[in-house]
């Protein structure tokens, strides 16, 4: 901490310990389970359809708040669900219409892995307020504030609830004093509250004591905490954050729970017994809900997996996000790799700390992840992906520590480029006009919408609005007196076999790896 101003670098006192006022108050739980628990569990893979038997139930319960749209939900729907993500937000509103809805947003990514201008952050914005979304948790994978301002903004002119986040993770540079500081900014910049957003699971009780107390003496903001179980620290980190007056937790339903994902509601309430601050949410509501997601999570068994439904200390080690985890064993898989993953895993730290001690939430992590599985499989920095050589030079904001020095030489030489420093979403165009004139001329909606998904993930969009092909005609056979022996079958086609390995950006809207033939896709991820 050296050359930093010590905010909390003194034992507590009695005018540090939470207040009695927040001491009297319930704690306030807000359910995960129709967007990071299914992500982090099974690969963001649940239906609307699945979703809405539910929704009523939990909306009956007084939760503080239902996550149900954000993250990698929008590119789920687009992508593997055939749905339209605002269509799905629209219809979980109705269906629940008592409870705020929240989403995550990753500022000026959006929910991608590319900054975009502010014309269409600010549309995205209004339209998700309009669908029905009432708090907006809002991030930056570096915690950098010049990426987050636009979507604040945007989330106050359109009279909803900006949540600030903090991404929390553990390096040199990373400390209570910093976060605090962080929420300071926050506060300034219009946020109506504050979320610690620990995506790995890796924060530890006591220091989830000290940053709330510190965030509550320094700002005058409600503040949240979100954790997974990865490493099991989760329920004992959320008791310490309740006794330190964190204003509310966010749990899920089992089994879209712990593990990867959050705590389970019941269990979390029962933790809480003889707690100046339990609630009691009604227990037979909360089993009708586990007994619905149990069919819901066998329906979708083949993107599950022991792995994520237990404890992992390894976590600790690797920071790598529960809704990652989720994914990365299966995509390893397909690269012929899944004996590497601990190698892989063990890479991740390295990277990690050449790229700036980066914190790994989408879209770093991914990005992180799948350089260090470049560096196994051709050694360090034979290959770089494009997305990590942009986090060095500056693309994607300001990085919490220096960049390897090495690395950065290196991927100047290669790219033929200089870093850049300042906000990277101000050498950007307004795109909203040219956005309308692309689906016009392709003959799709044009609504800001539309705009803003096409933004994102063009080709998705446009196959979603695809019209099915016309069934094939049934052909007519007609019996000649002699029948005519049929052809001989044509000889199989010879197997086409690629070798080459490319990484890109398909579209500036997917992190995509290409090896020996086999497509990786990094997109699922919190």
């Not at 599950?304 to 992992?312: F, H, K, L, Q, Y």
Request: overall charge neutral; some cysteine.
């Amino acid at each position: 901490c050296t050359g930093m101003l010590l905010i909390w670098a003194h034992p507590l006192t009695i005018a540090d310990r939470p207040t009695l006022l927040s001491m009297a108050h319930p704690v306030s739980f807000i359910n995960t389970v129709l967007r990071d628990g299914h992500q982090s569990l099974a690969a963001t893979r649940m239906t609307t359809a699945q979703m809405l038997p539910a929704a009523p139930l939990l909306d009956g319960l007084g939760f503080g708040g239902l996550e149900t749209w954000g993250g990698a939900t929008i590119d789920s729907c687009l992508r593997f669900l055939g749905e339209n993500p605002f269509d799905r937000l629209r219809a979980l509103k109705k269906a629940a219409p008592k409870t705020p809805h929240l989403m995550l947003l990753r500022g000026q990514n959006i929910v991608q892995y590319t900054s975009f201008p502010d014309d269409v952050v600010e549309a995205f914005v209004r339209c998700t307020a309009d669908a029905g979304c009432d708090i907006l948790r809002i991030f930056d994978a570096l915690n950098d504030l010049r990426n987050l301002t636009t979507a604040i903004r945007a989330t106050k002119a359109a009279g909803k609830h900006a949540r600030g986040e903090i991404c929390y993770t553990t390096s040199p540079v990373h400390t209570i004093d910093a976060f605090v500081k962080m929420g300071i900014e926050l506060e300034k910049l219009g946020c109506d509250s504050l979320g610690i957003k620990d995506m790995s699971g890796v924060i530890a009780p006591r220091v989830a004591y000290d940053l709330v107390t510190a965030l509550k003496r320094h700002t005058k903001l409600p503040v949240s905490i979100h954790t997974h179980d990865t490493a099991g620290f989760a329920g004992a980190t959320y008791l310490a954050a309740i006794d330190a007056g964190v204003d509310s937790i966010e749990t899920s339903i089992a089994p879209f729970a712990n593990g990867t994902g959050q705590p389970d509601t019941l269990r979390m309430m029962e933790m809480l017994a003889g707690h100046p601050r339990a609630v009691s949410y009604d227990r037979a509501t909360l089993l009708k809900l586990r007994e619905h997601f149990t069919e819901v999570y066998k329906e979708l068994g083949k993107f599950t997996s022991p792995a994520n439904e237990r404890v992992d200390s390894d976590t600790l080690i690797y920071q790598v996000p529960g809704g990652m985890l989720s994914n990365f064993r299966n995509q390893l898989k397909e690269q012929n790799m899944s004996d590497k993953f601990e190698e892989v895993m063990r890479e991740i730290p390295y990277v990690r700390e050449c790229l700036g001690w980066i914190p790994l939430v989408t879209p770093t992590s991914q990005i992180v992840g799948t350089q260090a599985m470049l560096n196994v499989k051709f050694g360090r920095w034979k290959q770089i992906s494009q997305q990590a050589a942009d986090i060095a030079l500056g693309k994607y904001g300001q990085t919490p520590g220096p960049i390897n020095q090495d690395l950065l030489k290196l991927i100047v030489e290669k790219y033929k480029t200089q870093p850049i420093s300042g906000r990277p979403a101000d050498a950007l165009s307004p795109r909203m006009p040219k956005l309308r004139e692309e689906l016009a001329a392709a003959g799709l909606p044009t609504t800001d919408e539309a705009c803003v998904l096409h933004a994102m993930f063009p080709q998705e969009f446009a196959k979603l609005h695809q019209k099915p092909s016309p069934a094939p005609a049934v052909p007519v056979v007609v019996q000649t007196e002699k029948p005519v022996p049929a052809p001989a079958p044509a000889a199989p086609a010879a197997p086409v076999a690629t070798t080459t390995t490319r990484i890109s950006s398909s579209g500036q809207h997917h992190l995509a790896v290409t090896i020996e033939g086999k497509r990786m896709e990094m997109a699922i991820e919190e």
